[in-house]
């Protein structure tokens, strides 16, 4: 069964501070990897999308990587604000170019204090 | 937000009450997409569109109709709504780019069905 597991479920961190989220997956056949923003009460926004070739990529403050052969990604968050504070959701893709078949994480939900 | 509305943004009702909410775009996007975010899920595809009149089930279709009669407008009915239907739903559209199709997302419709 294809799935998507993110961890943790939820984390808090100071207002500064670095911070990487996992993402792992078991979908195949794997086309891309997504991950979004979302904030409390809005719609996703996305930050990355890697296809199974790009081990990094970076959007701002938030670099992702991937290892497809472990099937693992991450996010990662430099120099932290409170306006990260959302929750982070891992997307995975397992048909190219086809938006029917993408396969949800739960989220983290990242809390920024000050 | 890629010129995306949603309406209503709140809506209350009662079981066995038909409800239709509405997705309307500025872009002229040919996907257009209809979510629904649920706690302890993640986002599930309910219908999509790939064009005026052209529509299809995604994996919780049941108990929704969808209608497209303008490029700009994506139309969700629940026929007889029901307490299982209450759920945040998002509409979304498409935008080809040289990896892969980014979904960009509407700010969301909170329904309660009492």
């Known amino acids: 069964k294809n799935q998507v597991e993110q961890s943790p479920q939820s984390l808090i961190i100071l207002e500064g501070k670095n911070c990487t989220l996992q993402?792992?997956?078991?979908?195949?056949?794997?086309?891309?990897l997504r991950w979004y923003k979302q904030d409390t009460g809005r719609g996703p926004v996305s930050l990355t999308i890697m296809t199974f070739s790009e081990n990094t990529k970076s959007n701002g403050r938030y670099t992702a990587t991937l290892d497809a052969d472990t099937k693992q990604s991450s996010l990662h968050i430099t120099a932290s604000q409170l306006s990260d504070s959302a929750s982070y959701i891992c997307v995975v893709s397992d048909n190219a170019g086809n938006n029917r078949k993408l396969i949800w994480g739960l989220g983290t939900s990242l809390a920024v204090n000050p | 937000d890629a010129g995306i509305t949603q309406s209503p943004r709140h809506k209350v009702t009662e079981t066995g009450t038909p409800v239709t909410l509405r997705c309307h775009q500025t872009e002229n996007h040919r996907y257009m997409y209809w979510y629904r975010q649920d706690p302890g899920h993640g986002l599930r595809l309910i219908h999509y569109s790939y064009g005026v009149k052209d529509t299809d089930k995604g994996e919780v279709s049941d108990g929704y109709s969808v209608s497209r009669s303008k490029t700009e407008d994506f139309l969700l009915t629940l026929e007889s709504a029901t307490s299982s239907q209450t759920s945040v739903y998002f509409c979304?559209?498409?935008?080809?780019?040289?990896?892969?199709?980014?979904?960009?997302f509407g700010p969301g419709t909170r329904l309660t069905v009492l």
């Open positions: 993402c792992n997956y078991t979908v195949s056949p794997f086309s891309n």
């Open positions: 979304a559209i498409s935008v080809a780019t040289s990896v892969a199709d980014t979904q960009y």
